[in-house]
Structure formats: structure tokens, C-alpha cells
């Protein structure tokens, strides 16, 4: 009998995916702070240079790309919480090391110790073990949607603090937010009562050789690797084109941002429902990837004055903010049933290496060449991206479920047999030792309870 109840969370489930999403949210807010401030205020660090600026902006990618995947595996191990709690205390440290640096390597070795916290794999495991299966995917979508609001804020709120306290400053204030994490985990988080291990959160090291193997999925390793190294290295440039270009002196770029993040947002929300409502994914995301490439041409011909800037990074935001909205979608969809948070592991390194090289590259453009070898190196990547993008396949439209199996059904798998062949199902694959089944169907042709009554 269908239980009403099931459809909504409980007030554990609220609590936890309300709490874990400003734990998630505090801590990338500490992260992209200093992205539109660091080139413009870091110059006045010593040793200071466009390459070690750009190498300060994305050193965090380098540990949390090394580290991100063993303290997930970690969690596993010795539980979620210790692996949250000193994650939070390497990335408070971090910073802390980065707010007393009055030198560019100092600054560095800050960047690189705020990304050796690493917790976001283990903040995912524990929202996995708070939340029922039914509500699993919403608790973990709210958390995206936390970590997409709190990367539009600290572009706003990171020039408004600097501009108040300075750079160090801007340190310290994410050292505090990252002890509000732990007050957060320590008071306001549910403790779980048991620690599931399974396969949609957690990297599983049996499902790294398929997942490395997907052309599918290493095509959107590649796009998220691109998008975030753009990201990185456009920042490089266009804070002191604002500048140089654009009159703008540093104090005031927090509107630039402000204006870009808020109507980038609305804009690329009609392409998302365009998308999965027509299912013409592929034409959003290779479309969106186009707007990518002409924003840094837009920058590179005309970004010769305010005006014309302010409209390049409208433009430029609504393409990322529509990139980084989908490229998560569309690994879901792709990664083989029970492989997810594998696919996510191997997604999340590509992103974090991305952001590193990013940074260097862009700093190593503007060194050759100053402003337009940096733009337009980034559209020459944003090419490459392009050529890549163009040959996928329109993803399959559907739905990844887990369902506890029971004891008799483990042993007798007619019921397999027949979920495999029936109609909207792509795949089913049970694992043993989590006494569950994997699921992927097309919501379209097979509702969730005609899967689950396979199991009845």
C-alpha cells in the first residue's frame, strides 16, 4: 500500500539536509571568496606575480583533487564525522596561515592547505546515511543548489570584505565560517544511527575501471576539467580589465558580479526546463558551451570599456551558471546503475584539477601577453571543449534508484529477470552485500512503485 508519509521528509531529513547545506555552503563561500578579489588586492603581497597570483587562485584544486576521493574512502573506515571535523580544521588552518602571509607563497601554502580539507565526499556520505532512499536524490539536489548559491554570494560578499578588511581579513572571515561548520555538524546535525555503505554517494574502487573506460562520462570529465580551469583563468584577466579597461576601481567590482550572478541565474533556468522537459539536453549543453566560447571572444574584441565588460560577463555567467547546472545532471544520467558516486568521484577530481591548472594558465596567458592572450587562450580551450562536445549522444532521460532487496528475493532473481526486460527499465543490478538493487528507468514509461512491485 502506497505510505503518504514517504513523500515527505521527516524533520531528521530537513534537519540534516538544511544543516549539511550550510556546512557545504560556508565552506565553497570560503573557497571562491578570494577568486575576484586575489589578482587585484594580491598585488600588494610580496613576490607577487600574474603566475603565482593565478597559481594562489586555484592551488586549492591540487589537494582536493589528491584527497577528496581518500577521505571519502576514509569515512567509510572511521566514520563520517572525525573525517568532517579535521577536514574543517585543515581548511580553518588554512586560512589562518593565508590571512597572516603577507607574501605570495605564503598565501599559496594557505590555498593549498584550505583544499587539503577535503570533506566533501564524507559530507555526502553522511547526508546519505540522514536521509531515507526516496528522499535521497532531493536532499542531495537542495545540497547543490546550496553550493551554486554560495559560489553567486562570494562573488558579491568576497569584494565587499575585502574592500572592508582587507585580504587577510578575507581569511580570517573564512576561517570563522569553517568553526560555524563544526559548531554546525557538532549541535545541529543528527547523528546517524547506523553508517550505510552504498554505491550512489560512495566511490566504490571495483567500479573505477568501467567508469574510466565510458567515453561518455570521461567527455563530461573533460568539459568540467575545461569549464573550471576557464573559470580560474578568466579571473586572472577580467578583474583588471574591469580596471584597466573599464575605469572600475577594485572596491566597486562587487556590483559587476552582483548584476552578473543575478541575471545569469533567471536566464539560464527557461534552457534547464527546455532541456529535460523537451529532452534536447544535448542542445542546451553544446549551446551553452557555444555562448562560453563567444563570451571570452566578446571580452578579447570588445571588452574595451565598462559598459561592454559588464555585458561580456552576463554572458559569461549564464553560459557557466547553465554548464554547471547541467554537467552533474548529465553524469547521473550516464553513469552505469550503482557506479554514481563513483562517476561523481572521478567528475569532482576532474573539477578540482581543472580549477588548478586553471589558475596557472591563466596567470603563465597574461605574463606572454597581458589581457587579450589570456582571453584568448580561453577561447581557444572553450574550442577544444567544443569539438569535444559536439560528437556526444543525447543522454538517456532517467531516474537512478536504490531499493533494499529482501532475503528471499537475493536468492531467487526471476523477479530481475523480468524488471531487466520490462519496458523504461535500462538497467537493474543487484549488489549482495548491501542486499539492494540499482535501478535506472525512464519515469516516462515506468513509475517508481510498478519498479517496486517487482520486489513484492
Known amino acids: 500500500m502506497h505510505d503518504p508519509n514517504n513523500d515527505a521528509m521527516n524533520a531528521q531529513e530537513r534537519r540534516a539536509t538544511g544543516a549539511l547545506s550550510l556546512v557545504f555552503a560556508f565552506r565553497m563561500l570560503g573557497m571562491f571568496m578570494v577568486l575576484p578579489v586575489l ?22 584544486g591540487l589537494t582536493q583533487a589528491v584527497l577528496q576521493i581518500p577521505f571519502g574512502m576514509l569515512s567509510d573506515r572511521v566514520g563520517r564525522l572525525p573525517v568532517i571535523y579535521i577536514g574543517l580544521l585543515i581548511f580553518a588552518a588554512g586560512s589562518v596561515l593565508a590571512g597572516v602571509s603577507d607574501s605570495v607563497w605564503g598565501v599559496i601554502a594557505g590555498r593549498v592547505l584550505q583544499g587539503a580539507g577535503a570533506i566533501s565526499a564524507a559530507v555526502m556520505a553522511l547526508l546519505s546515511d540522514l536521509t531515507r532512499e526516496q528522499h535521497r536524490t532531493k536532499a542531495m539536489a537542495l545540497i547543490g543548489i546550496s553550493i551554486g548559491i554560495s559560489f553567486s554570494v562570494a562573488m558579491v560578499v568576497g569584494p565587499l570584505v575585502t574592500r572592508a578588511f582587507g585580504l587577510s581579513g578575507l581569511f580570517w572571515f573564512t576561517a570563522a565560517m569553517a568553526i560555524v561548520g563544526i559548531f554546525i555538524i557538532a549541535f545541529a546535525v543528527p547523528k546517524p544511527n547506523m553508517q550505510l555503505l552504498h554505491r550512489e554517494s560512495g566511490v566504490v574502487p571495483e567500479a573505477f575501471t568501467d567508469t574510466l573506460r565510458n567515453a561518455a562520462l570521461l567527455r563530461l570529465d573533460l568539459g568540467i576539467f575545461v569549464l573550471h580551469a576557464l573559470l580560474m583563468a578568466s579571473f586572472i584577466a ?6 584597466e579597461q573599464g575605469g572600475l576601481p577594485k572596491e566597486e567590482h562587487w556590483w559587476v558580479y552582483l548584476i552578473a550572478m543575478f541575471i545569469g541565474f533567471f536566464a539560464m533556468l527557461p534552457f534547464i526546463i527546455y532541456g529535460e522537459k523537451q529532452r534536447q539536453m544535448k542542445r542546451v549543453f553544446v549551446g551553452a558551451i557555444v555562448v562560453l566560447l563567444l563570451s571570452e571572444l566578446f571580452f578579447w574584441w570588445f571588452g574595451h570599456n565598462l559598459t561592454l565588460l559588464v555585458i561580456g560577463t552576463v554572458i559569461f555567467f549564464t553560459a557557466f551558471n547553465l554548464l554547471e547546472a547541467t554537467l552533474p545532471s548529465l553524469v547521473s544520467k550516464i553513469a552505469p546503475a550503482g557506479a554514481k558516486g563513483t ?19 591563466g ?36 531516474t537512478s534508484l536504490r531499493l533494499s532487496v529482501p532475503e528471499k528475493a537475493l536468492q531467487e532473481r526471476q523477479w530481475l529477470t523480468a524488471l531487466s526486460s520490462q519496458a523504461g527499465v535500462l538497467e537493474a543490478v543487484v549488489v549482495a552485500e548491501e542486499a539492494a538493487v540499482y535501478v535506472k528507468f525512464d519515469t516516462q514509461i515506468i513509475d517508481r512503485a510498478a519498479v517496486e512491485n517487482y520486489l513484492k
Open 39 to 60: 589578482v587585484t588586492y594580491g598585488q600588494d603581497l610580496s613576490g607577487a606575480t600574474p603566475f603565482l597570483l593565478g597559481l594562489a587562485i586555484g592551488a586549492y
Open 343 to 361: 562517476a561523481m568521484g572521478v567528475y569532482s577530481t576532474s573539477q578540482f584539477l581543472g580549477a588548478a591548472l586553471g589558475g596557472m594558465l
Open 363 to 398: 596567470g603563465w596567458l597574461f605574463s606572454l601577453g597581458g589581457l587579450p592572450v589570456v582571453f584568448a587562450g580561453c577561447a581557444g580551450l572553450a574550442a577544444l571543449w567544443l569539438v569535444f562536445a559536439a560528437s556526444m549522444q543525447e543522454p538517456p532521460y532517467v
Open 238 to 243: 577580467l578583474p583588471l580589465a574591469l580596471i
